[in-house]
């Protein structure tokens, strides 16, 4: 029996020791080689020499040659014809005698070695091509493997995988990697096959996203093949190899599986018949794949793609390995969840720029409050923090994907991530360890987690006086603005160079000191999720415990937010009990009219009064933090509707007051109840409940805090754009929304490549009319560069996204109350609009919408959480409210009665009275 690199037959061992080994085996054949050398459990295999199968394809080699020559492989037709001519010339060859009883001694060791007979033994027989699989040149099913080969039939199923060396895809790959005139040195490994259970392939890196620390395992029942050639269903796990945590898998369902055919050679897919919902791999043998595919990619210096398969006994066997040769760009993942809120539909080019910037300062500041060491806030400087927004055609999304890597950067931060994700309502990608660490790696974790939760703890007695902080550096920049912009302060103070540096000065002092905010919500967000998981272990179930948790945030005291609204609500109370007021409010007149009348001497008070409440909460408006939304003191007239809503619908500010309080303390009286037996949880509890809502409270007070410093950044680029127009550079002052912030400074210092503005403004403006008929899904995944994805025709959704027919719909309730109305369906706001105890149904929502709640008897929205403002102002004002209802914008018309309940998240559609 031949044993050395010349003999036609080629052992595992033999392989194992020779330095070329690809050279005489072929790649495939010295990886298997390599990993049954380091200990791996692989299937008994050899391998075919390149010799000995070059003698096999000699009597066909001229005829090979000649087929080839001249060759043209963008021809499909001479593809097909070249390579069925070489395939009937090679499958037919014979094997020369030594080598066919070489193969007769390997059939006999390899069924040995399988515990079983040649007479039952099945093999598998591939392909072994020098270059095949390496780091360059995978030739990935570019060359045929056949299955289930009998030992008879071991030599027609060699004659087949050297025949598809010169295949049409073979030739074609060939030629595009430019190896088509590089001579074919191919072997032919010949394998026994398992009776796969489970198979599948595991990169030791991501290989769409080419992230080294992330291993993918994808997995399907019966044997690898259908997972390779996507023919049957595969489960999908993702692990973070350095923390040996399985951070996302998709389980689904699988109908059938690749099994060996029973007539022959080859395989079947088998119809399962009842599918198997379970996951095809435990949790333990995921983390083994992720671990084994980590070792061999350290092992042999390159990410590894790695072919495996678990026995019945629950085994692990790898079936072969090969370097990752492309690893794809990295994934970007952007979600407007929350965000959308905020800035709802198209946001202006402006408006973006400054929020990018804001959002850069900000989390720079927040990292440096949670703990990020100098190291780690300048390692994230470049690629982290400047890219926390993204935009899509108009829309503003989070870049979800470098939100975890903020908690995920500081060690021990990751226990937050699960109250930050229900609090936004996210979907769940972050999954923590299923076991915890152990020895030195568990002290390290619980030292993390002990530093962060000292630094929190730093942070939560030093949060009252940032907040002071924060409003007394609010009201300085006010000043200086109001002092900057008055028509006596000399132009240089307010020049475009003055108006530039004001701005600088607002980014680097003012909007870092935003940074308590974030702060201050994620205290809101953890405390607020501890009350939740509180009430449940208490015993109640998810819905009643998410039910009693919103009730006990009705009704608090010093909520900032609900300010404008009492001070619009006095507003109407005056006009109530003036008889003159109530005539001009219920007459016929617009809206301008009646501001107009109200400059008449009787309504001097009056007028004064709504002046004085324009000056107080004249930002808090209508998609209020978007810059290109006029302030209220630009179209005073526009308090005149929504007092006419607050006259229509009888609104009282003590009556809300009574209500919310009412629900509160019944509230408190369930819980009373609920932790009477338990002095120590009780206590625990309200501590909980208290600095909740102490944070939420806070929460809504800086948003008012942010509409007011938005307010000054839109009087700048009020003055801004004036500037620019009288320059010449805009046609209208207004065009300036349309520049981005970063275009404007160069613009007023000489580093603009492109000073043509109008010509920039002209293309933005077509831009979005052209995107603002267009319907985009909530979340994006780009891979590569963010803008191809993001241009993607496909991405668009049809504008019927709903499910039609749904009767019920579900969403998160968020402030209890059942009201049976007809819908408003507002698309857009629109402060004009007259709400008379409609159930406004919107998209989504921002903190300028809490003036039409008011008027509305409840309010649904596509999107939102427990703790969006839409949330905390709806349960603040006793405003019905489910947010989160999946396509309602599209279900339901103006008119259509809905019967919302607050309490269970349910909106019921009713008759239709549709005008």
Known sequence: MTSTTTGAILRAETLAKDPAAEAHGGAKAANLAR?????????????????????????????????????????????????????????????????????????????????????????????????????????????????????????????????????????????????????????????????????????????????????VVAAALGLGEGVVAGTVDCDTYFVDRGTRVITSRVVVDKHSRVTPSRGGAGTTVEDLGTPVTAASLSDPQILELADTAGELADRFGTPQDIEFAYTPDGRLHLLQARPVTVTGARETVFDNVNVAESYPGLSSPLTFSILRAAYEQVFRACHRDFGATARIVERNAADLYPYLVGTARGRIYYNISNWYRLFLEIPGMDFAIEGWEAALNIENRYRRPDAPARGIAQVRAIASRLRVVAIILRGWLRLPRRLRAFFTELAAATADLERRLNAETPERERDAEALLAWTERFFAE???????????????????????????????????????????????????????????????????????????????????????????????????????????????????????????????????????????GGQNADDMVAREQAIRRAAEGTAARLFARNPVQRIAFRLALRLAREHVKQRENMRLGRSRSFGLVKRVFREYGRQLHMAGLLDDPRDVFWLTYEEIAALTRGTAVDTDAARTVALRKADHDRWRTQRLPSRITTTGIAAAGIADPGLEEPGEGAVAGARVLHGIGCAPGRVEAPALVLRTPDPDVAIDGQVLVASTTDPGWVFLMVAAGGLVSERGSLLSHTAIIGRELGIPTVVGVPGITHLVGNGDVLVLDGRAGTVTLGQEQRS
């Open 510 to 648: 003012l909007v870092p000191a935003y940074s308590v905010q974030i702060f201050n919500d994620f205290l809101a967000q953890q405390m607020f999720h501890v009350v939740g998981l509180q009430l449940g272990r208490a015993g109640l179930a998810e819905d009643a415990a998410l039910t009693l948790r919103n009730e006990l945030f009705c009704g608090e005291d010093g909520v900032d937010s609900v300010d404008p609204v009492r001070s619009a609500l006095a507003l109407t109370a005056r006009v109530r009990t003036d008889p003159a007021l109530r005539a001009l409010f219920d007459g016929p007149a617009t809206a301008r009219e009646v501001w107009a009348a109200l400059s008449d001497d009787r309504f001097a008070d009056f007028r004064a009064a709504c002046l004085r409440h324009i000056a107080e909460f004249g930002d808090r408006t209508v998609d209020e933090l978007k810059l290109e939304t006029d302030p209220l003191g630009e179209h005073p007239e526009r308090l005149v509707p929504m007092l006419r809503n607050y006259l229509r």
């Open 35 to 215: 990993l049954h050398a380091a200990g791996h459990r692989v299937p008994p295999f050899a391998a075919l020499s390149t010799d000995a199968c070059a003698r096999v394809l000699a009597p066909a080699a001229d005829a090979v040659a000649e087929l080839l020559a001249g060759l043209d492989p963008d021809d499909p037709t001479a593809l097909r014809t070249v390579s069925t001519r070489i395939r009937a010339l090679v499958e037919g060859l014979p094997l020369p005698g030594d080598v066919a009883a070489e193969l007769d001694a390997m059939i006999a060791e390899l069924s040995t070695a399988a515990s079983s007979t040649a007479r039952d033994v099945r093999f598998a027989v591939r392909s072994s091509v020098r270059g095949e699989d390496s780091a360059t040149d995978s030739f990935a099913g570019q060359l045929d493997t056949v299955l289930n080969v009998s030992a008879t039939d071991l030599p027609v199923a060699i004659g087949t995988v050297l025949a598809s060396a010169w295949s049409e895809r073979a030739l074609f790959y060939r030629a595009r990697r430019g190896l088509d005139s590089a001579p074919i040195a191919c072997a032919v490994v010949v394998q026994v096959l398992l009776d796969s259970a489970v198979s599948g392939v595991v990169f030791s890196c991501n290989p769409q996203t080419g992230d080294p620390s992330e291993a």
